[in-house]
């Protein structure tokens, strides 16, 4: 099993492509046979799409994240995905 995604975040009501730079996966297999897969990406926030504005639900970003992590957990087929939770990690901003 692999995971692949393209990436987009809300940010300020508009929904923008996050363009990736960089991806890693891991794949674990768990004692009752499950799988717990744990991807890492790396958005190139520098070359981000234009905004698309639609309805949304949840929370707004105040800006586009620099890093997502991302963790399914499903059968050893893939299918159901039983759970899947998705960690936005954004860099501090620096002013001087």
């Known amino acids: 099993l692999t995971y692949a995604v393209d990436p987009s975040v809300r940010v300020n009501g508009a929904w923008q492509t996050l363009p990736v730079a960089s991806q890693a996966s891991e794949r674990v297999t768990l004692a009752n046979g499950d799988v717990l897969i744990t991807t890492y990406i790396l958005a190139d926030v520098k070359a981000a799409s234009v905004a698309l504005a639609g309805p949304g639900m949840g929370v707004d970003a105040s800006r586009l994240p620099s890093v ?5 957990h499903t059968s050893s087929s893939g299918m159901p995905v039983y759970g899947e939770v998705v960690q936005v ?7 001087n």
């Open 68 to 72: 997502l992590v991302v963790r399914v």
């Open 89 to 95: 990690i954004d860099q501090p901003q620096v002013t």
